[in-house]
Structure formats: C-alpha cells, structure tokens
C-alpha cells in the first residue's frame, strides 16, 4: 500500500517528526526542508545502505567527501555556467515567475493573465562571495551537483589509491539549486542531498556497463522496499539529454503527484575528465570536448599494456537522498483496517530503514526493578550497533505499540512483572503481524539480530 496523497505524508512528517517546513517560525523557507528526530535516522540508514551497496560490498569503488563551494572554474569548464539552465518565464501582471516547461497553458497559473514574457534562460546555480571583500570576482558556487568535486579529484584518488579500470569514486552531499518553483515537499527542494557513483570505463565498454548499472539500481531499490510495480525506465530523448550526456536513463518513480524522476543513470562519456584536462594531444579523447587549456590536469589513466593514456568514460547513477526518503516513506505508508473496526496506520519501513529499531517499553514507570531491567536491556541492544534502541516509559503499553507503528518500528520489547519477579522474559511484539511472543532475557540480542539482518 502507498499514501493516497501527499498531504498525508506531510501530515505524518510533520506530526512525528520526520520532516519540517525550514525556518518554520518565521513563516518557512521556500524548497528548503529540515529532518527532525526521525527524519535524520531515516535518511541515514537509507545513505548508509547506498554506501554499504557501492562501497563496502565492493572492490572496485573508492569513497569522496568533497567540499560544497566550488571554484567557479570547475563549474565554467563542466559546462554548468553556460548551460545549467531552465527556461523562466514573467507573469508582467501579477510579477510572479514560472518555469516554462512546467506551464499546462498559455495562462499565469496564479492570476490567470496571458500577458506572460518570453521563456529565457535562468542559471540554477547559488553564488556566494569568498572572502571580506564582495566585489564580485572573488565568488564560489554552491554545488550543483556532487559530481564534479569527484572529476576534479580524480587525479589525487589515482595516485592515492593506484585504481585499474573499470573503477569508481562514490560520495554523498548537499547538493544546490535555484529551482524556478520548488514543489511537491521534499520532491523539488532548493537544497538537497545526492547519492552519485562516477563509475570509470574503458571507452567501447561504457555501454555494457550503463545496462548494467540500470539492473543494479533497480534491484537496490528494491531491497529498499519499493515495488517493482511503482518504478518504470525512462530512456530519455536525445533533445532532452543533459549537456554531458550520450545516454540517460531515469529511474521513474510512482511519487503521490505522479510519475518523476527518482534517479538518472547516465552515460557521461569523457565529456568531464576530457573538459578538465590539459594537453589534448597527450590522451586519447573520445567526444568533441573543449579541453582546458588553463589547469594542468592529468585527468586520464595510463594502459600499463599499451602505455597509452587514455581518458575513460563514466556511467554515473545518481539518485536524490530526499526524493529516496519520500518514496521509501510513501512505499511504508500503510492504514489497516482491525478485525475490531479501528484502523491503524503502519510505516512498513524493511528493518534496515527503520528510524528506531526497537523500543524497550517497561509496563510500569515507577517501578524500579522493571525500570532497571529495561533500561539494561536498552544498553545490551544498543551495543549491537545496529541503530536507535528507545527506551520509553509513557506506561501505556497499547498506545506505544499504536505510536511505534505509525512510525515504523519493527519490534516493541515490554519488560513486565513476569520478566522480574518469574522467569527473566520479555514479551517482544511485531510491527507487521502485531503477534507478541515471549523470549527470554539471554536470546534477545541473537533475536534482534537476526530480526534486522
Ligand atoms: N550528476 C548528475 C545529476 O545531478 P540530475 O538528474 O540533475 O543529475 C540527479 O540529478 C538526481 O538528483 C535526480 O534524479 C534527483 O533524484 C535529484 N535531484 C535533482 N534535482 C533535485 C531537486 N531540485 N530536489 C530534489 N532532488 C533533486
């Protein structure tokens, strides 16, 4: 099941502490969205799950953590200055401004006017100046994508880490952009995080491994609880191809407002290591790029066989963190109807995404040999290491089962008058069956374990 519509998904955000307005205070921030108590877990385990599917469980792709400013060079030879840009257009009678290719029709979807201007080019990119003195020149960009941090690095991570092709480099960070109309929540924000992997290919071999990154990513998503049903390809035309870009195909996801964007695999060719690097005649380059002729890059690998240098093409899947947190809480949104008539709402988070794992509930508040035994039992899962262990003592037991539903918690532990004064058990109740079983007190840690994995 899926939330019906946004508005309860920003219901729910908001009321358990997923996701916040930014600067809500004071009247909000428009595209820009702060994650609250839950919120962070959530979007954490989902990074740390890309991490571990790029990284750990693989040999071939080193890690980056690049700065955000970026110097405005990098950014003119990527391409970005002269054509990161979306067509904006004026309404001239109520001043508001519009993204022209987000337009149903001739009219100002806010006063209804005809009276609209012609579509021109707005650069999406942040500026900020560097430095005591604003005169213009001394500026940084605020990245627009992750990606070029990785191009630009792709020289220190060579003769760091001696890679041999195929290879990547994979990173995760804020990413901005100065959308002409941010919208859908979390969807079209201003301000936003992407998962991106620039995976390095011998040229002849970068169509193989596009396909193949295709598949992975969709099994990914998969194992991150999102129907298969609700995802569908998008082989994007050749008009509406990034400047960078010989093929892309897009990850399209059922959001609540439609069908878009969760991620683009493209294949980026040598357009930025060939854009970056100096000397044309040295290395072999493949697309028609425009070398820099200013930096004195060496953005290429030399064959060991041949002693060639060759700049290798990349195939970059690069997804939204945020547009992943709002497809994984949509998939696990969930309303049940009870056999007794009520209904409850369940995030049915996989165990791995879930923002607590497990919340220790002791029946009675102020008693101190249950108090003490829960609080026990809350250090000795926490040391698994697996994610937030809540201890939690309203005292009403049926109203924390109903709460940790709505936020998905997969498994209530209650620590009652038969675990202290009896037998040492716990009765450990389940998110999705809502079955309760008791389990003693020394085959708890291998049962959560097990549970999570
Ligand atoms: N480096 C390639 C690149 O940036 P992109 O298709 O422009 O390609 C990649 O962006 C992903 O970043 C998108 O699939 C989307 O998930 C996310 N993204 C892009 N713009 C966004 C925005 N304004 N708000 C939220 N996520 C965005």
């Known amino acids: 099941m899926t939330a019906n519509n946004m508005d309860e998904l920003v219901a729910l955000a908001k009321r358990r502490g997923f996701i916040f307005q930014s600067s809500d205070i004071y009247g909000g921030l428009q595209g820009v969205y702060d994650y609250g108590p839950l919120g962070v877990e959530l979007k954490n385990n989902l990074k740390s799950a890309w991490w ?7 040999d071939d792709v080193e890690g980056l953590d690049a700065a955000i400013l970026t110097n405005p060079t990098t950014l003119r030879y990527s391409g970005h200055e002269a054509t990161f840009t979306d067509p904006l257009v004026d309404c ?20 209804g006017s005809n009276d609209l201007t012609e579509p021109r080019p707005f650069n999406l990119m ?16 605020l990245r627009p994508e992750t990606a070029q941090a990785i191009f630009t690095n792709f020289k220190n991570i060579l003769d760091s880490t001696s890679p041999k092709l195929p290879f990547g480099i994979a990173q995760i960070g804020k990413a901005f952009r100065n959308e002409i109309t941010p919208r859908n929540f979390i969807f079209r924000v201003r301000e936003f995080e992407q998962m991106e992997l620039e995976f390095f290919v011998k040229p002849g071999e970068d169509e193989n491994w596009h396909d193949h990154w295709v598949n992975e990513r969709l099994s990914w998503w998969a194992a991150q609880g999102v129907n298969e049903n609700n995802l569908e390809l998008y082989h994007v035309p050749a008009d509406e191809l990034a400047h960078y870009s010989k093929s892309t195909v897009d990850l399209m ?3 609540p407002h439609g069908l878009e964007e969760l991620e683009g695999i493209a294949n980026r060719t040598d ?32 064959d060991l066989e041949t002693k060639e240098w060759q700049v290798p093409y990349v195939i970059e899947p690069s997804a939204g963190v945020d547009r992943g947190v709002l497809a994984v809480m949509n998939e696990a949104y969930t309303v049940e109807r009870l056999e007794d008539g009520k209904e409850r709402t369940v ?25 003490a035994k829960a609080k026990d039992i809350k250090k000795t899962l926490q040391k698994l290491g697996l994610g937030r262990i809540l201890y939690e003592d309203t005292g009403n037991i049926g109203k924390g089962y109903r709460r940790h539903d709505e936020v998905g918690t997969p ?8 675990t202290v004064e009896e037998d040492d058990t716990v009765t450990i109740r389940n998110r999705d069956t809502m079955a309760q079983e008791r389990v003693h007190t020394n085959d708890l840690s291998a049962y959560v374990s097990e549970y999570m994995s």
């Open 52 to 58: 571990r599917a790029m990284v750990y469980d693989r």
């Open 92 to 111: 001239r009678e109520c001043k508001s401004r519009w993204r022209a290719d987000h337009l149903e029709s001739d009219q100002c979807p806010s006063c």
């Open 126 to 141: 942040f500026k900020t100046a560097v430095g005591p003195v604003d005169d213009g020149s001394s500026f940084a960009y």
């Open 253 to 255: 996801y059922r959001f």
């Open 271 to 302: 357009y930025d290591l060939g854009s970056h690097t100096k000397n044309q005649g040295d290395y072999n380059i493949q697309s028609e790029v425009q070398p820099n002729t200013e930096a004195n890059a060496k953005l290429a690998i030399q």
């Open 347 to 371: 995030m049915s988070f996989r165990p791995h995404l879930a923002p607590i794992k497990v919340a220790i509930l002791p029946l009675k508040r102020n008693h101190e040999g249950i108090v």
């Open 411 to 418: 498994l209530c532990v209650t620590v009652d008058f038969q």
